[in-house]
C-alpha cells in the first residue's frame, strides 16, 4: 500500500449539524490535527449533497490535506451516510475514532435544503429543490437524515465504542464538556479552548456567497508559494476569519426558508423507524425538538 497518513479519528456529521464549529475550535488544540480545507471528500463515495462517485479509492496526495502534527482528524461529513466507507476505513485504519454530531433530523434536512438553494448546489447539479417536498424525494436530502440506517452500516465494521455520538443542542449548551469528551475519546489531553475565537459562520443569518470581487482575490492567491499561502491561511484560521465571508468579498444569501406544518410532519412520519433504530442502537430518544 502506498504510503497514507495515519488518520487516527474521523468527523463523520451529520452535515448542518455544528461540525463546522467543532471542527475550528478544535484546530485550536496543539494536539489535534485538522483536515485542511475541512472536507477532504476522498474515502467517501458522498463527496458533499450532490456528488457521488464510486471510482476506486485514491489516496495519492491524501496526506496534503494534513500539514500539522498530533492527532490526524478528517472532518468529510458526508462519510456518515456512504455505504462504502466503513469498510474502506476499516481497511486502512482499523483503530479509528469516530466523532459524530446530530441534530433534529427534519431540522437538519431543512438546513441543508437552505444551504444548498443559499448557494445554488442544485442547480449546479441539475436539480430543482425549490420546493421542500420534492427535495425531500431525493435520496441525497434524506440519506443524511437516517441517522439509524447510517450507523449501523457503521457499527458492522466497528464497535460502539469507537464512536462518541454528540447532540448539537448539548454541544450548543455545554460546549466545554463536550469538547473534554472528545479529547477524551480521540486520546489526546484536555485544552482550555477559547470559544471567542470560533464563530458560528454556518447559521443562515451569516451565511454569505463568494461575489466576482472574492473570486478573483481567491484565484489570484494561486500565484502565491504553496508555503506562504499555507501560513497565512492558518494564521487566518487561529483568528477564526474567512475573508471570503466579509462584505468585501462576498454577498449575504436570502435568508431561511420554512416549510409547512404538513410537510414537517410528512417528513417526521418517514423518519420514525429511522428513529427508532437509531435509539436501539445508541439510547438517543430525544433528538427532535
Not at 483536515?35 to 479509492?57: C, M, Q, W, Y
Not at 449501523?152 to 460546549?175: G, Q, Y
Not at 470559544?195 to 473570486?215: A, C, E, F
Not at 454577498?251 to 433504530?277: A, F, H, K, P
Request: glycine share 6%; with cysteine.
Amino acid at each position: 500500500m502506498m504510503d497514507v497518513p495515519l488518520v487516527g479519528s474521523f468527523l463523520l456529521g451529520a452535515p448542518k449539524c455544528g461540525t463546522s464549529w467543532l471542527a475550528d475550535v478544535l484546530s485550536q488544540h496543539p494536539e489535534i490535527c485538522i483536515s485542511n480545507p475541512k472536507e477532504p471528500n476522498i474515502v467517501a463515495t458522498h463527496k458533499g449533497t450532490f456528488i457521488r462517485d464510486d471510482s476506486s479509492l485514491d489516496l495519492s496526495g491524501y496526506g496534503e490535506f494534513f500539514r500539522g502534527e498530533g492527532v490526524k482528524v478528517d472532518c468529510s461529513v458526508h462519510a456518515f451516510s456512504c455505504p462504502k466507507a466503513p469498510s474502506r476505513i476499516k481497511k486502512i485504519w482499523p483503530e479509528a475514532k469516530f466523532i459524530v454530531s446530530l441534530r433534529d433530523p427534519v431540522e437538519r434536512a431543512v438546513s441543508q435544503w437552505n444551504h444548498a438553494l443559499d448557494y445554488g448546489d442544485d442547480r449546479k447539479a441539475g436539480v430543482d429543490w425549490s420546493e421542500f417536498t420534492e427535495a425531500w424525494k431525493d435520496g441525497r436530502l434524506r440519506c443524511d437524515s437516517l441517522y439509524g440506517e447510517s450507523l449501523k452500516n457503521w457499527l458492522a465494521f466497528f464497535p460502539i465504542d469507537s464512536f462518541l455520538i454528540i447532540e448539537t443542542k448539548v454541544m450548543r449548551n455545554l460546549p466545554h464538556e463536550v469538547l473534554k469528551e472528545v479529547c477524551n475519546h480521540i486520546g489526546v489531553r484536555e485544552y482550555s479552548f477559547d470559544l471567542g475565537l470560533v464563530k458560528d459562520h454556518n447559521l443562515t443569518s451569516q451565511r454569505r456567497t463568494i461575489n466576482i470581487v472574492g473570486r478573483f482575490v481567491k484565484n489570484s492567491a494561486g500565484i502565491l508559494p504553496r508555503g506562504l499561502r499555507e501560513m497565512i491561511a492558518k494564521k487566518l484560521q487561529s483568528r477564526g476569519i474567512n475573508i471570503y465571508r466579509t462584505k468585501f468579498f462576498s454577498t449575504r444569501t436570502s435568508g431561511s426558508r420554512i416549510i409547512t406544518d404538513s410537510e414537517r410532519e410528512l417528513v417526521r412520519q418517514s423518519l420514525v423507524e429511522d428513529q427508532y433504530l437509531l435509539e436501539e442502537l445508541t439510547g438517543l430518544n430525544n433528538l427532535t425538538q
